[in-house]
């Protein structure tokens, strides 16, 4: 069975600039999760959805991130604009059904630099 | 407060040893709890799953205290293999969903 994908794998970017990540769940997982992981710390979740709406983005910078998933599939992370402070690994993870305590599969991440 | 909270290790121990790692949630509300290992630049992957009255899997035994809030991970026989780090994550209730903890880094040496 196919894991879950992200692309691309690494990005460097200058301040200011804007970046999108692409994720690609298990199939047939319903609920998709984007973490943002800082150098040093655990995943801090920053959007969830579960098919095509919004479940929890409590955590999300509003003002410069926005995620979407067509389709209740794929979905896209985008920053606009960078900060230096945004340089982390940003992890998509997916799980099967609706229920919370799934067990959630990361994918192999995006690493991001803002210089 | 941090709303997941582990021991900041570093461990560093023999191969053979037994570790014990231990974490704190803050919100008593959680319902489900798990260990995640991370390799160095790889992504989480489900270690196991902490079940309120306690459970095992090979040299793996997990542990949760409700009333003092705090989840373990006990680890015999070490293997250079363990080495790792091991993030807790606690979660959801009605606030939130999934937390993670910040990770204990563990090294077991020859």
């Known amino acids: 069975e196919a894991g879950v994908a992200q692309s691309p794998r690494y990005k460097i970017i200058e301040k200011r600039q804007s970046v999108a990540f692409w994720c690609n769940p298990i199939s047939g997982h319903a609920t998709l999760y984007w973490y943002q992981q800082i150098l040093g710390q655990g995943p801090k979740l920053l959007i969830q959805f579960q098919n095509n709406g919004v479940v929890d983005d409590s955590q999300l910078p509003k003002d410069r991130f926005s995620a979407e998933r067509l389709k209740g599939v794929d979905s896209t992370l985008k920053i606009q604009p960078a900060k230096l402070e945004d340089s982390a690994v940003y992890l998509c993870a997916s799980s099967l059904g609706t229920g919370k305590a799934d067990t959630q599969y990361f994918g192999p991440g995006t690493r991001l630099t803002v210089l | 407060r941090k709303e997941v909270e582990q021991d900041p290790g570093p461990f560093n121990v023999p191969e053979g040893a037994t570790v014990a790692f231990n974490c704190t949630y803050s919100n008593s509300a959680s319902q489900s709890f798990f260990w995640y290992r991370q390799d160095c630049r790889k992504e989480p992957k489900l270690l196991m799953s902490?079940?309120?009255s306690g459970n095992e899997d090979g040299r793996f035994t997990a542990q949760l205290n409700r009333a003092s809030q705090y989840i373990s991970l006990l680890i015999r026989d070490s293997k250079l293999s363990d080495s790792a780090t091991y993030l807790c994550?606690?979660?959801?209730?009605?606030?939130?969903?999934?937390?993670f903890g910040a990770g204990t880094r563990l090294t077991v040496k020859p």
């Open positions: 994550v606690a979660g959801p209730s009605e606030n939130y969903d999934m937390r």
């Open positions: 902490v079940y309120s």
